[in-house]
């Protein structure tokens, strides 16, 4: 698990014990502008998709991995390669720290690099995109960071608070 490990935190594959942790960011409702969620989730299923996390990425086309803090172990966000797509290597990626005391100490920018090393290293992908809120400073000063690039504007694309807001669309290519 090597290639998981950071200075400050490491990433995990989920296990049963993270049922109380992905409740609360699930039904969190500060972050579902980000997650794209609009409805709260049960703990059943949650239960259930803690069932199936096992899935290989090649059959469940996704991989979600809890970023734990080096020092404690504490889970303290989620980091998600999506829509993966091997025929033509490539993924999506998207991540959310639970705490916002524990946002901007430099741990989305560790998960983020373990992860672009892991997709292009292991999973052998030629690229990776990002879907960001126009208004996420956070998340866009992150992502340009590390090299990925605007290459396109969804205009109107998420309706929030009866208001429509852009999303960006950024892709690294290795």
């Given at each position: 698990?090597?290639?998981?490990?950071?200075?400050?935190?490491?990433?995990?594959?989920?296990?049963?014990?993270?049922?109380?942790?992905?409740?609360?960011?699930?039904?969190?409702?500060?972050?579902?502008?980000?997650?794209?969620?609009?409805?709260?989730?049960?703990?059943?299923?949650?239960r259930q998709y803690l069932?199936?996390?096992?899935?290989?990425?090649?059959?469940?086309?996704?991989?979600?991995?809890?970023?734990?803090?080096?020092?404690?172990?504490?889970?303290?966000?989620?980091?998600?390669?999506?829509?993966?797509?091997?025929?033509?290597?490539?993924?999506?990626?998207?991540?959310?720290?639970?705490?916002?005391?524990?946002?901007?100490?430099?741990?989305?920018?560790?998960?983020?690099?373990?992860?672009?090393?892991?997709?292009?290293?292991?999973?052998?992908?030629?690229?990776?995109?990002?879907?960001?809120?126009?208004?996420?400073?956070?998340?866009?000063?992150?992502?340009?960071?590390?090299?990925?690039?605007?290459?396109?504007?969804?205009?109107?694309?998420?309706?929030?608070?009866?208001?429509?807001?852009?999303?960006?669309?950024?892709?690294?290519?290795?």
């Amino acid at each position: 698990m090597v290639t998981l490990s950071g200075h400050i935190i490491y990433l995990r594959a989920l296990e049963p014990e993270d049922l109380d942790f992905i409740y609360a960011l699930e039904n969190d409702e500060s972050v579902w502008e980000v997650s794209n969620t609009q409805t709260p989730y049960s703990r059943f299923l949650i239960r259930q998709y803690l069932e199936n996390a096992h899935q290989d990425i090649y059959e469940a086309k996704q991989l979600r991995l809890a970023i734990c803090l080096n020092e404690t172990s504490e889970t303290i966000g989620l980091i998600d390669i999506f829509d993966f797509d091997p025929k033509n290597n490539r993924a999506g990626v998207g991540l959310v720290i639970g705490s916002q005391a524990q946002r901007t100490k430099g741990i989305g920018s560790e998960a983020l690099a373990l992860v672009i090393q892991y997709s292009f290293q292991q999973l052998q992908l030629h690229q990776l995109y990002a879907n960001i809120g126009s208004d996420n400073e956070i998340s866009l000063q992150l992502f340009t960071k590390f090299g990925f690039q605007k290459i396109g504007i969804k205009k109107d694309w998420n309706r929030v608070n009866n208001l429509y807001k852009d999303e960006l669309l950024f892709q690294l290519i290795q």
